[in-house]
């Protein structure tokens, strides 16, 4: 005889605090869709949607059979040569990564003090600049000396650079959108000009001199694995953000005036001093990335060096939902894709483009979610949105 | 007489809550319903369903004797039933006549708008109704009351004949409120039927030809206006016996806490909103400052919380200076302070309850060491201060935005009296509250008195100012008229002096 068991009572709790995977649901779905799309493209155009995302997955992760074959001729004869090339796209996705991942907090920091730093390209470029200088200009020192100091360099540099339109915001009002942009140009200009003057390395490319190896940011394997220490240092940024964000006083007072100037300003808090000082360490963020891109992996800066990090990392914060690990798993999958799209380019012939459009596409999903909701039928979670940036003059 | 409208029934479930359990009421052609009930009881939810801004789960909506479908606003509009909001739902940079045809602007020659027709037939509408408004006056020049004479013009020129008004009397002065009641009479009289949400007592009483209470969803019972009280309305909403009088003993004042000598202060535009205020709140007292809203109470707090700067004058608390010092500074005085605007100033809606009940103290021990937060106190912190004043929330780590208007209150007081005053400066304490809330925060406030701090009171209700304090000081026009001793006034001689006039003044010119 059969026994009928009760169905378990149903009992729907009201929870503030969502699961990391409801967190993840939308923008996982986000990405997935964005492929797809990105896939019909592809077709549209007439190549093969199985060669181009095969290319993309071996070009950003590595191929399996050859990390296989790595480490059999590893074990069988101790040459690891083989397996250092397997493990080469791998790890050019997290250097790309890296650069993301700082600019990333750059922007979200703003975003959490209801700012909107649209500067950090022009942070991250004077960031570079000055750990090159701190970098082949001063000689002779030891490099727990060199590289803290070049790195020390680049943050202040962005620092500087950022706290001037915080400054401007906070004395006279005006909007740091305005003043973060103008200062992109002139850091744009301003770089043109050093390396074709006062920073140019003899010879006839507007570059700047190599820096010196005690500047450097070690690499973890030899050439041409250009993987570094950089990347462990944004790691560890993005947990000392999390950390100021989340559990200190300073970080309280920057989400409250973030998210409630008014009621910021009733509780007692400096919103000018709170406007300053994250714009001076987003700035001082985005010039890290900078660095890292400039002691880690290039050595010198030339002139477009940057490629568009610090216009990216907005989507990156995005992305991200401004909280610091989200920015770096969407800095991790920028990298990904990054890194992957030359390798499309070159075996699949799929222009790198479609990357961009799968990123757009990705951005397009998390900015209006309620379009993954509906395709995907999840029910919305009703959560205060974050508060991005105030109109003009607040 | 006929039921112009009829609800058979209605229920309506959100996840977790049931806002509508089978709820039927009926509204007499030609006669105003009000509909009672606390904040959260559900009677904003059953007209934003008559209104077609939600569905039903269950019951039916009858149009004179037919049953109806409303599906959104329109069909709603269609079947001649027009909804004011709590909110106006007004452009203020536009006219009154571009405010009244938004959404059905007539043309001329199919592309130009035809401002004049609009502008004749809200004339029309004026007239026939009694609702004077030049159409082609800013909404952002003209007074909160006659904002909502726009909005009633706007459901007219709909040629709506059942009027819902949520709420109208909240945004509105005492002189405001008759100016409402007189207009929906004449609507009335000619033929119009309205109803009418609210949660005050004495106006229902007043105006309404009918009264039906709703409590928690159901409805709870009708009432004869004639045979109500404010005492059983006041039961019926709640469900229990409430006390309407806050029980308070003659006040102990003591040394003086606060001095304020001619204080000038100018508001956000850089208008001169205080122009030589001076009085004096001693500790154990609670002074009044009654006024009509805009008469330069808000700016006055400001200043004396350090949220406004002040042009000249001075502010001593405990013969101490606060005049241009900081906010922060001001708090740590010993000041507390329950914003007018809880949502603006008092509260982070999108941070936990546990941030907001340490929001004036977080840097402070046993909150913070260093730079540190420290979470295990904040968190016991929030427990303790939830159990003490009875905010009903699922947990203290739920958003703030998620609690109901009067525990979103009830958050402030706890945080506000939590920590050491000498001064409770309490701005509108108990606006848009239910009946329950408003008996809580009350003998909350009575309390701090009887501890010993000074207490101010500001409030734009004359019941509150009555309830509460000991001396009444009236504002007009950023002045202060007179103070008076609460126990020898009366309404009318406050009335007068909210509207400028001196009482003897015109005793004499009589």
């Known amino acids: ?394 | 007489m006929t039921n112009v409208l009829e609800l058979r029934g209605i229920t309506k479930r959100f996840p977790g809550v049931l806002a509508n359990d089978n709820i039927s009421i009926s509204l007499r052609e030609g006669k105003i319903l009000a509909l009672l009930g606390e904040n959260g009881a559900g009677k904003t939810t059953l007209m934003n369903i008559l209104y077609g801004l939600y569905k039903p789960d269950e019951g039916q909506i009858l149009v004179r004797g037919k049953e109806v479908n409303i599906q959104d606003p329109n069909d709603a509009i269609a079947n001649g039933i027009g909804m004011v909001h709590q909110h106006f739902m007004l452009v203020p940079v536009m006219t009154v006549a571009e405010n009244v045809m938004l959404g059905v602007e007539p043309t001329k020659n199919g592309v130009f708008l035809d401002k004049a027709k609009v502008a004749n037939r809200i004339r029309e509408i004026s007239n026939q109704y009694g609702l004077e408004v030049d159409p082609a006056s800013y909404i952002k020049d003209l007074p909160v009351g006659i904002q909502q004479r726009v909005e009633i013009i706007k459901v007219l020129y709909r040629q709506a004949d059942i009027l819902i008004l949520d709420e109208p009397t909240a945004v509105l002065t005492p002189q405001e409120v008759d100016g409402l009641f007189k207009i929906l009479q004449t609507l009335i009289d000619k033929g119009k039927s309205i109803i009418f949400i609210t949660h005050k007592l004495k106006e229902v009483m007043h105006a309404a030809d009918d009264i039906t209470v709703i409590r928690l969803g159901k409805v709870v019972g009708s009432i004869d206006p004639k045979e109500a009280t404010p005492e059983k309305l006041a039961t019926m909403m709640v469900g229990r016996d409430v006390n309407l009088v806050v029980d308070k003993k003659p006040a102990k004042a003591s040394e003086s806490a606060l001095v304020v000598n001619q204080l000038y202060v100018r508001d956000e535009r850089q208008n001169p909103a205080v122009q030589g205020v001076s009085f004096e709140v001693r500790k154990g007292e609670v002074l009044g400052i009654a006024g009509v809203q805009g008469n330069g109470q808000t700016e006055l707090v400001y200043a004396l919380t350090g949220l406004l700067p002040i042009d000249s004058g001075t502010i001593q608390l405990l013969n101490e200076p606060l005049h241009n010092t900081s906010p922060r500074h001001i708090l740590e005085r010993g000041v507390a302070h329950i914003p007018e605007d809880r949502q603006r100033h008092g509260l982070i809606l999108s941070f936990p309850i546990h941030d907001n009940m340490m929001l004036c103290t977080y840097y402070k021990n046993p909150f913070a060491k260093g730079i540190s937060l420290q979470e295990k106190s904040i968190f016991s912190n929030a427990e303790e201060l939830v159990k003490q004043y009875d905010v009903r929330t699922p947990n203290i780590y739920v958003n703030a935005g998620t609690l109901s208007g009067g525990n979103q209150q009830k958050v402030i007081v706890a945080r506000e009296f939590s920590r050491p005053i000498e001064l409770l400066i309490a701005s509108q304490p108990t606006r848009g509250l239910d009946v329950g809330s408003i008996e809580y925060i009350h003998k909350q406030i009575i309390k701090k008195r009887d501890e010993g701090a000074g207490v101010i009171v500001v409030s734009s209700e004359l019941d509150e100012i009555l309830a509460l304090s000991d001396r009444i000081a009236v504002m007009y026009k950023g002045q202060i008229m007179d103070i008076l001793e609460a126990s020898k006034v009366n309404k009318e001689h406050l009335g007068l002096l909210m509207a400028g006039i001196h009482p003897s003044e015109t005793s004499t010119k009589n």
């Not at chain 1, 694995?225 to 560890?236: D, H, I, K, P, Q």
């Not at chain 1, 007692?268 to 994250?278: L, Q, T, W």
């Not at chain 1, 963020?285 to 060096?305: T, Y």
């Open chain 1, 1 to 394: 005889m059969s026994e009928t068991v009760p169905p378990p009572k149903k009992v729907e709790i009201q929870k503030n605090n969502l699961s990391f995977g409801q967190v993840l649901l939308v923008p996982s779905l986000a990405v997935l869709t964005g492929l797809i799309i990105g896939g019909i493209v592809i077709a549209i155009s007439g190549a093969s949607v199985i060669d181009a995302y095969g290319a993309l997955f071996t070009g950003s992760f590595g191929s399996p059979t050859e990390l296989i074959e790595g480490i059999r001729v590893l074990f069988s004869t101790g040459d690891h040569t083989v397996l250092v090339k397997a493990i080469y796209p791998f790890t050019e996705s997290l250097v790309t990564a890296t650069p993301y991942i700082f600019a990333g907090l750059s922007v979200a920091l703003g975003f959490r003090c209801g700012l909107f730093n649209i500067g950090a390209e022009g942070q991250f470029f004077i960031g570079a600049l000055c750990s090159a200088y701190v970098g082949y200009s001063i000689k002779g020192l030891p490099m727990i000396i060199h590289l803290p100091l070049a790195l020390l360099g680049g943050a202040l540099g962005g620092a500087v650079w950022g706290m001037i339109p915080g400054y401007l915001k906070a004395r006279f009002g005006a909007h740091e959108v305005v003043n973060t942009i103008m200062m992109n140009w002139i850091a744009f200009r301003l770089s043109d000009w050093l390396l074709n003057g006062p920073m140019k390395a003899s010879g006839f490319r507007p570059v700047t001199p190599n820096v010196q190896a005690s500047a450097e940011l070690p690499r973890f394997f030899a050439d041409p694995l250009r993987f570094n220490w950089g990347f462990v240092l944004a790691l560890v940024m993005a947990y000392v953000v999390y950390w100021f964000l989340f559990k200190t006083t300073l970080g309280f007072e920057v989400r409250s005036v973030g998210a409630n100037p008014d009621a910021a300003k009733y509780a007692g808090m400096n919103i000018i001093k709170n406007f300053v000082m994250v714009m001076a360490l987003a700035g001082g963020l985005a010039g890290l990335a900078g660095s890292a891109q400039v002691l880690g992996v290039d050595h010198w800066v030339g002139q477009g060096f940057s490629a568009g990090y610090g216009f990216d990392a907005i989507a990156l914060a995005l992305l991200g939902k401004s909280h610091p690990f989200g920015v770096v798993l969407a800095a991790l999958l920028f990298g990904f894709l990054r890194s992957g799209a030359t390798d499309m380019q070159s075996m699949a012939g799929i222009p790198i483009d479609i990357i961009s459009i799968i990123q757009g596409l990705v951005i397009v999903f998390i900015a209006a979610p309620d379009i993954i909701r509906w395709l995907y039928r999840i029910r919305s979670i009703k959560t205060e949105e974050t508060v991005l940036t105030r109109g003009w003059g607040k």
